[in-house]
């Protein structure tokens, strides 16, 4: 079964940085592309961050670009999202997915003084 874990999440002051890893089990996670997707109080859930099978290509939605990086080692299966100078609109619950995999149970990240 594709799942996928998130952690890394908490309480971090504006303009604070933060990193959250992505573990994945149960498929060729080197043959996917990897999401990263945040969900804010009373919001739908939105695509943040994307990277390809190999780590080479990314994209991020305008909110977050020059912010947040997209990484990912193929040999742990993990992704990782790096997040820099974080605003208090930042603050939701994040996930990764493969496109095949589960929804996780995600990591919230909060940013507030």
């Known amino acids: 079964q594709a799942q996928v874990v998130e952690s890394g999440g908490g309480l971090v002051q504006p303009g604070g940085s933060l990193t959250l890893p992505c573990a994945a089990s149960?498929?060729?996670?080197?043959?996917?592309?990897m999401r990263w997707y945040r969900q804010a109080p009373g919001k739908e859930r939105q695509v943040v961050a994307w990277?390809?099978?190999?780590?080479?290509?990314?994209s991020y939605a305008d909110a977050v670009k020059g912010r947040f990086t997209n990484s990912r080692d193929n040999a742990k299966k993990t992704a990782t999202l790096q997040k820099h100078n974080l605003k208090p609109e930042d603050t939701a619950v994040y996930y990764c997915?493969?496109?095949?995999?589960?929804w996780g149970p995600g990591t919230q990240v909060t940013v507030s003084s």
């Open positions: 990277i390809d099978p190999d780590g080479t290509s990314t």
């Open positions: 149960g498929f060729s996670f080197s043959s996917y592309s």
């Open positions: 997915n493969s496109g095949i995999s589960d």
